[in-house]
């Protein structure tokens, strides 16, 4: 502190006019300086926006700040002395009063307690809210529990944006349901993709096939590779086929082939190439009944039906089951084919289900599929005029019977069985085997990793992404993961979510629920793109979440920062431990220090010393500054926030290194608090460090008076949220790429369907029109036949037509949806949510609209796009302008002609001459990879409510857009 100078009148406190009082804390001209700044300090704790106490023991009160007294409207003297449970925030029900004293007696224990409650905690004790809520045991030196710390934050505003979110999600749901509507496009889609897929996976198996017949110098590792590349090419290409085929049967265009042939020795033949996956897994595989069998069949067909029903056996059957394959004649010239296993069955209610096409057994009960292999079977069944039935097996198990006739339908032509091979690829289902590396089981000085992963092939290939770095050991459900956690703790968890038996989401809730287990980061590697399971695992259970397919570089480098995170974690608790002692005393002293603060210089000095401690070891960042804004004092953890020492922040300006487009604000803020317009304020804002980069802050700050020799000073508590801010940024992102693909997508999907829709009844119009052309060019016109091909030449034209008219009202925008909306609220709310991307973009946007202004009666959804699109464009061409702050106007006025006039003014590089023409065109985009949609369908939702949407030309700079909305 300085020195002592003598008193000047401009300061009432330093020329005697008396005392001044901050937040109920009296700070006296006559206050020695130890007391001034144990005063100082009072102001500062009070101050702070959380809920923040001291209790004994057994639950006496000893301190509480300001802020959580005032919520409930509350004195210190009503509180001090008395049981914690007794105080007016906990009188919501008896229910909470007593938890709160169990919660009490927990930490009495020793152990940190947690929990959510709704206390009364605004207007004075009237009104509640919601309170994330903890009580940290403070031990002594001895190691006993000498204090009990409260501390409590306000998550109302939290739960409000997931109640918000759950809603959202609800009409997620709805416009999902009216998805399903245009099934049929997915279908045809479908089968398009799927033919076009084979060329790719063709140029894929060949050249893997001749790598591994002609790469004699490759090594295991790469032949590893290879392998599985191909043996997963092969997976995806009978997907393929299978949708194909389904395609072909809902187009009625399947044809039958019959052959004669011996039902047996086929199926010994389809048995023979499962029997190495059989040995592996120590599965017994029969083939049992008649030695010979003949029956008109498709061949290919039946092979699929037969090596389907047995993958599906071996794919539910558990190490060292059984598998049978029974083929018998029955009665009425059919046969019968039965394949039994010993797994888990099929449950009572999937059995009506279980051929259905994407039909999928639980996640419990097995591996999951596609869904489309029992729905082939019935399907080609069905085509042998035959049928399928499931039921359970004796003593557990299910049985699949195919029941088929032995001679195929009359009129059919039946080729003789010859001696040509089945046409069926390899269908074994098992893995390449991970090559021998010569690497140590567990080498020393490296972190090691869990990777809980069903699919061999993954497993295998995450083994060899992580090898060369950690120690990896692999699991494959989550069952054997938990036991494997458990025993010996790894330090990171790489897991799928959806295994057989025991999934990854149960995994993780059973590791987290287990005590004193340590956090360990735990990532998650799943094909499951589902935002709303990976914002609630990402928020309570796990730190990242990638979807499957994933660069394995990205991976490395994921893993590498959770690592080097726990680490560093690891680190530091094993520091903070070693220095637990001195934070114990320092919290005795301080409270200590404030009931002899009249009695004792000593204990001055001492508490002086203790609030030093709190002061330079808060995580926290606390600073002290002058009217300007000039730092006086900044504790360590403002310095390491921003990127300074300690003799460096000295001196820096506040306002300064405030984010440019917000120091205006900043700087009327601290002129307020300085000339007492205001006693505090809180703000969200961006920071610039000194090493380049933004530090994004919560920010409380106060004004402290004069006191003795110095001046006023600015009291400001920093408490650093870029990593929430850039996941919030980064999410919102993700989210925006995801719907520009999503747009894409639809688009390719309605022009294929249209196209496809259309060009039906225009290839018969030609046809019928070459037809009649013909007729009428003979040597004697045949005009019946004109007359019958120009008929189908309109009912051809007509049916066109139709399409065309069904594709119009498919895509007719909806009704308005009229209400009364209040314009200055609607574009409040608008502004808020795009708080990010305008600074972000370095945009300051001022709203213009009068006092007076009436309601609006329009749809406010669709009046909410407009303006958000007309917002969005003006920032994008002011971000690729450079220079400084931008500024983006948007004006609101009545106009008694037109209704209300809207208009959005930017100082951008503005419209180009030979756009402006097309400028409302649909696909017309002057952006590099825009859509061109934005503008036009603003202009359809503004013609719809009956006005209009136009470029004012006659701004000299930037652009400016102009609509209104008639009086309805």
């Known amino acids: 502190m300085r020195p002592s100078t003598t008193p000047t009148a401009s300061d009432p406190l330093r020329a005697g006019a008396g005392r001044s009082s901050v937040r109920g804390v009296v700070l006296d001209a006559g206050d020695a300086p130890d007391v001034r700044r144990q005063k100082m300090a009072r102001i500062i704790l009070d101050s702070m926006y959380q809920f923040l106490g001291l209790l004994d023991v057994d639950g006496t009160v000893l301190e509480i700040n300001r802020a959580a007294l005032d919520g409930a409207g509350l004195c210190l003297e009503q509180v001090v002395g008395r049981p914690f449970w007794h105080a007016r925030w906990w009188e919501v029900s008896e229910e909470v009063r007593v938890r709160v004293r169990e919660m009490i007696a927990e930490a009495r224990e020793g152990r940190f307690v947690r929990c959510d409650f709704e206390v009364y905690g605004e207007q004075h004790g009237e009104k509640t809210i919601s309170i994330d809520f903890s009580l940290t045991p403070i031990m ?71 790598l591994l017949k002609e790469g004699m110098a490759l090594g295991e590792r790469e032949r590893f590779r290879l392998k599985t590349i191909k043996h997963n090419a092969q997976s995806l290409l009978q997907q393929v086929n299978d949708l194909l085929d389904l395609a072909r049967i809902d187009a009625d265009r399947m044809p039958m082939a019959y052959v004669c042939a011996n039902i047996t020795a086929m199926a010994r033949d389809i048995a023979a190439s499962f029997a190495e996956i059989a040995e592996e897994r120590s599965i017994t595989l029969r083939v049992r009944g008649e030695s010979e ?48 296993d010993t797994g888990p069955g099929v449950a009572d209610p999937m059995k009506p289900q279980i051929f259905d096409r994407f039909t999928q057994a639980e996640a419990g009960q097995g591996t999951m599929g596609s869904g489309l292999g029992l729905n082939i079977v019935k399907e080609f069944v069905e085509l042998h005029g035959g049928t399928v039935v499931v039921v359970d097996a004796p003593g557990g198990g299910a049985i699949f019977q195919v029941e088929i006739p032995i001679r195929a339908p009359n009129g059919a032509f039946v080729r003789e069985s010859g001696e040509e091979p089945l046409l069926h690829a390899d269908y074994r289902h098992g893995t390449a085997s991970m090559p021998d590396m010569h690497l140590p089981a567990n080498r020393a000085g490296r972190p090691r990793v869990l990777v809980v992963e069903d699919n061999p092939d993954l497993r295998l290939f995450l083994f060899d992404v992580l090898i060369d770095e950690y120690n990896v050991s692999l699991e494959e459900d989550g069952a054997a993961a938990l036991a494997s956690a ?35 980061p735990i990532l998650v590697l799943s094909a499951r793109a589902d935002d709303v399971l990976r914002e609630s695992l990402l928020e309570a259970l796990v730190q990242d979440y990638v979807t499957k397919p994933f660069s394995p570089q990205e991976l490395r480098a994921r893993v590498r920062n959770l690592v080097a995170v726990k680490c560093t974690v690891d680190i530091l608790q094993k520091e903070l431990n070693t220095q637990a002692s001195d934070i114990c005393e320092l919290t005795n002293g301080l409270v200590d220090s404030r009931k002899t603060l009249q009695k004792s210089l000593l204990a001055l000095q001492v508490s002086e010393r203790r609030w030093l401690g709190l002061y330079e070891n808060t995580a926290v960042g606390i600073a002290l500054a002058d009217r300007d804004g000039r730092i006086l004092s900044a504790n360590p953890a403002l310095q390491e926030m921003l990127g300074y020492s300690r003799s460096e922040i000295l001196g820096v300006n506040l306002i300064e290194i405030t984010e440019e487009s917000q120091r205006s604000r900043t700087e009327m803020n601290v002129q307020g608090l300085f000339d007492g317009v205001r006693p505090s304020y809180q703000i969200q804002k ?35 949220i870029t990593a929430r801010k850039e996941g919030e940024q980064s999410l919102a992102a993700t989210r925006s790429e995801l719907a520009r693909v999503s747009r894409f997508t639809t688009m390719g999907e309605l022009v294929a369907s249209i196209a496809h829709e259309v060009n039906q009844p225009l290839s018969a ?74 600074l972000d973009a ?104 009956g006005g209009r949407l136009w470029l004012d030309a006659a701004v000299p700079s930037g652009a400016r857009f102009v609509f209104n909305i008639p009086a309805a």
């Open 140 to 210: 002594n030196d001895a190691g006993e529990v000498a204090f009990l710390l409260p501390e409590g934050r306000n998550i109302t505003e939290k739960i409000a944006i997931s109640a918000e979110l759950t809603r959202k999600n609800g009409e997620l749901q709805n416009a999902l349901e009216r998805l399903k509507q245009i099934d049929g496009f997915k279908t045809k889609f479908f089968a398009n993709v799927s033919h076009e897929l084979r060329t790719p996976l063709a140029l894929i198996l060949g050249p893997v096939d001749q």
């Open 293 to 340: 069998l003949y029956a008109d069949v498709d061949r290919v067909k039946f092979v699929r039906v037969l090596v389907n029903l047995l993958a599906n056996a071996f794919k539910f059957t558990p190490p060292g089951g059984r598998i049978s394959c029974t083929l018998e004649r029955i009665q009425d010239a059919r046969f019968l084919v039965s394949v039994q």
């Open 486 to 520: 458990l025993a010996d703790p790894p330090d990171l968890i790489i897991t799928d979510l959806m295994m057989p038996r025991f999934d990854g989401e149960r995994f993780i809730r059973a590791l987290r629920g287990t005590p004193d287990f340590p956090r360990v």
């Open 686 to 720: 961006r920071y610039e460090k000194k090493c380049g980069g933004f530090l994004w802050a919560n920010v409380c700050a106060s004004r402290i008076p004069a006191v003795d020799q110095e001046g006023p000073m600015l009291a400001v508590i920093v408490e650093d």
């Open 765 to 838: 119009v030609i046809t019928n029109s070459d037809a009649a052309l013909r007729w009428l060019s003979l040597a004697e016109p045949n005009h019946d036949e004109v007359v019958a091909a120009l008929h189908r030449v309109n009912r051809d034209a007509t049916l066109a037509a139709g399409v065309i008219t069904r594709i119009r009202k498919f895509l007719r925008a909806g009704e308005i949806k009229r209400e009364r909306i209040v314009v200055a609220r609607l574009l409040n709310e608008l502004l808020l949510m795009l708080q990010t991307v305008l």
């Open 842 to 945: 370095g945009v300051e946007v001022d709203v213009s609209l009068p006092a007076d202004l009436p309601e609006l009666q329009a749809d406010a959804v669709q009046l909410q796009q407009v303006i958000l699109n007309l917002i969005v464009n003006a920032v994008d061409a002011m971000r690729e302008q450079p220079g400084g702050a931008h500024r983006l106007l948007v004006e609101v006025k009545e106009d008694a002609a037109s209704g209300m006039l809207f208009a959005v003014h930017d100082d951008g590089p503005g419209v180009p001459a030979g756009a402006r023409d097309k400028l409302f065109d649909a696909f017309f985009s002057t952006k590099q990879d825009g859509l061109g949609m934005g503008l036009a369908i603003s202009r359809t939702i503004v013609e719809n409510h």
